[in-house]
């Protein structure tokens, strides 16, 4: 019997995560769709071999990409999970799905995951990564993209939503683990991160997600966002890496998961506020020299 949600996947040169996703996936017998992004290796003659139907659509960013995933398909369960390809479902998520009865669920749309995520082999447990919850699986038609975000991707549905604690999501980029990877990677990120934030001082963007801090979990990330965008400029950088490593006890990560922290928590914030000012100064110049 068919289960009652398809797996949703973005890949782009994946042949090093996909068969890891899929092959934790296989057993569930979903209906698999993968949205790639131009891959040169062997993504796609992996996810032919788990009869992926396969679609392919530019990369611009996450947000846009999962939009495309969502409308381009012809799906035809009533919900979706969408995952990314360096991820991976444990045998608790599996059972959790392989369980799933939608009669359980009336008046819910959404079902948020349990992520552990993993920078060079070790699971970073601290400094706010852990329990950590993603809204990956939602009612067909009624979960959407939240275009208004440029990079910190997440999906919304209107209405009531629950949380697997137990079922957990490994996240994992073998990629990164080749520190210039990371720093390439994050260095086109803070680009997008930067020209969002100095939309949202211009009002050009609005959050989505109402920020709530007794809410569900992306509501209170909105409240904490809020709060980031009023704080000073280079200054928040080290207020929040000492929190996660102080307060939030990201010091019990040990070395790898410090440097992770310093990197993430620290360096790719602060690459953004430089990047802020460098576009506010453009735009600035730009202006001084219209007639």
Request: include cysteine; hydrophobic fraction near 40%.
């Amino acid at each position: 019997m068919q289960p009652p949600f398809s797996f949703i996947v973005l890949t782009y040169n994946e042949e090093i995560h996909l068969p890891r996703l899929l092959q934790s996936i296989a057993g569930l017998q979903a209906p698999l769709f993968v949205l790639d992004s131009g891959s040169m290796d062997d993504t796609l003659t992996i996810a032919q071999s788990y009869n992926a139907t396969i679609a392919r659509h530019p990369f611009v960013n996450h947000p846009q990409q999962w939009h495309h995933a969502l409308t381009c398909f012809n799906i035809t369960t009533p919900w979706v999970v969408c995952l990314d390809a360096d991820h991976t479902v444990t045998p608790e998520l599996y059972q959790l799905l392989a369980d799933f009865n939608p009669d359980g669920y009336a008046g819910i749309n959404g079902i948020y995951f349990n992520r552990k995520n993993y920078f060079k082999g070790k699971w970073i447990k601290h400094g706010g990564y852990y329990p950590f919850y993603l809204l990956k699986m939602f009612r067909y038609g009624i979960g959407y993209s939240d275009l208004n975000e440029n990079m910190d991707h997440r999906f919304v549905v209107n209405g009531a939503t629950t949380i697997w604690k137990q079922g957990w999501l490994l996240e994992e980029n073998l990629k990164e683990n080749q520190i210039a990877f990371w720093i390439d990677k994050h260095n086109r990120y803070s680009d997008q991160l930067a020209m969002e934030e100095v939309e949202r001082m211009q009002q050009l963007r609005i959050q989505t997600i109402k920020p709530r801090l007794t809410g569900n979990p992306d509501e209170r990330t909105a409240q904490l966002k809020q709060w980031w965008w009023k704080l000073p400029r280079y200054v928040r950088p080290a207020v929040y890496f000492s929190y996660r490593l102080i307060f939030k006890l990201g010091i019990l990560d040990g070395r790898t998961g410090i440097i992770f922290h310093f990197l993430q928590g620290f360096w790719f914030r602060l690459m953004v506020d430089i990047k802020i000012d460098e576009l506010l100064k453009k735009q600035h110049e730009g202006r001084s020299k219209r007639p």
